[in-house]
């Protein structure tokens, strides 16, 4: 009897084990899934293309088919891939108005004949990554079906898919459900099995449409990127609003910027012809120090020579993706009055103690500045001195000792940025 109760005792124990395991299974953090280890860079439509449907009027700005593909061509054949571009993402304005019999999403008949599984077959064979988009509310922003009381058949179509990348918009719902919708999107997501990169827009709306504080803390343990700012538009002050915004919101955003985790200052606007060179350094240049995701949206057709240069350059890129995923802080010089360095420590290190660091002068001012500054004050401290790479003609440019004055003229309206390895 006694016998008997310790045995029933033991498999009562093993069952809670097991239902405990599996709940907290259920309950993995999203930032286990082993993506976005560097910030995501890629292609994605909404900025250029946005909800372009009408394509018999308008066959050059059409979101179908033809166009994904011809991004993933331009990809694979034009350098970006080698360049490390590889997310190939569409946003809003895919599906049909209406789900299927069974409650599943439907891309659009007419602009993706051959639905979505194909798009991603297409584009995994040529080494690349697909994305898609959806909304926690019941409709998207632009009013197509969106995920609300969907989440698991949804995640488990674009599983099904072969989705890689998941971009997750917060329109229509409230503060409460944004804070309960996006943990358990993804949480549906980790249960297929499938990794995708979850790029929420969460804080965006907890802070410009509820008026409230967004509380990273959380948002960073369930996504792997976030919106956190007004979308790009194609203009050079709406770059200059996003410069503004992470430059005084550096001390809330860094903390909670890392592998995996990382703050979405939305996509890049090369290719839209309204960047003169200097701004498309300026623009391309913050980006890179912020460890943000590079996403292209164009039609990559327009994409200028020189801004593929500028896209391809890998000294860029390098500080873009660097391992560590520091965001740079920024510094107000004196002489740079209306601008900043932003400073920002990088591999490769020298032993444990001396990273390397990209100086990135952005001066927004129209004339130039004649900047200098000592290195020392930046935490530079290798005693043995650092030699310096200008970023953007990949020239060597001397060797510095940490206690030197360092002396740099700015032009107006641009960049220099300076990458200098311990000696
Ligand atoms: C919001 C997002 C944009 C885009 C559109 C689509 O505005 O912030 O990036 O996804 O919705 O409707």
């Known amino acids: ?130 994305g898609i988009y959806t909304n926690i509310a019941n409709v998207t922003c632009m009013r197509y079906p969106g995920s609300y009381s969907h989440l698991d058949i949804d995640a488990q179509t674009f599983a099904e898919w072969g989705v890689d990348y998941l971009k997750v918009d917060g329109c229509f719902v409230t503060e409460d459900y944004l804070n309960v919708g996006y943990i358990e999107l993804g949480h549906a997501l980790n249960r297929t099995g499938r990794p995708m990169v979850y790029s929420c827009s969460w804080p965006y709306y907890i802070e410009y449409i509820h008026n409230n504080k967004p509380n990273y803390t959380e948002i960073s343990k369930y996504c792997n990127m976030w919106r956190n700012y007004h979308d790009v538009q194609t203009s050079w002050d709406a770059i200059l609003g996003i410069i503004q915004h992470y430059r005084s919101r550096y001390k809330e955003l860094a903390p909670h910027h890392g592998p995996g985790h990382w703050n979405d200052p939305d996509m890049l606007i090369f290719g839209t012809g309204v960047l003169t060179h200097s701004q498309s350094r300026v623009h391309l240049a ?60 990088h591999l490769p290190k020298k032993g444990d103690q001396f990273p390397s660091y990209t100086f990135a002068f952005v001066n927004l001012d129209i004339d130039e500045s004649e900047v200098s500054f000592t290195l020392s004050t930046y935490h530079l401290n290798n005693t043995d001195g650092y030699t310096v790479l200008d970023v953007f003609t990949g020239q060597f440019i001397r060797n510095v000792t940490y206690y030197e004055t360092f002396e740099v003229t700015v032009p107006g309206v641009d960049v220099i940025m300076y990458t200098l390895y311990p000696l």
Not at 27 to 40: F, H, I, Q, R, S
Not at 328 to 333: I, T
């Open 1 to 130: 009897m006694i016998k008997g109760s310790s045995c029933n005792m033991f498999y009562f124990r093993c069952v809670l084990f097991i239902l405990f395991f599996a709940f907290s299974l259920d309950k993995v953090d999203l930032l286990e899934n082993g993506m976005a280890l560097t910030p995501p860079m890629g292609w994605m439509s909404w900025g250029y293309y946005m909800c372009s449907t009408k394509c018999e009027e308008d066959e050059d700005k059409c979101l179908d088919e033809k166009l994904i593909l011809s991004v993933a061509d331009s990809f694979y054949n034009e350098g970006y891939q080698e360049a490390g571009y590889e997310y190939i993402i569409i946003d809003d304005c895919w599906s049909e108005r209406q789900r299927d019999e069974n409650d599943r999403l439907v891309p659009d008949k007419r602009r993706f004949p051959r639905g979505m599984k194909f798009l991603a077959d297409y584009i995994h064979a040529k080494g690349l990554k697909f």
């Open 286 to 345: 913050v980006l890179a120090m912020l460890s943000a995701p590079i996403l292209l949206s164009c039609d990559m057709k327009k994409i200028t020579p020189y801004e593929k240069k500028l896209l391809q350059n890998l000294d860029i890129i390098a500080v873009a993706q660097d391992p560590m995923g520091i965001m740079a802080q920024p510094y107000k010089l004196p002489d740079l009055w209306n601008g900043f360095v932003w400073v920002k420590p």
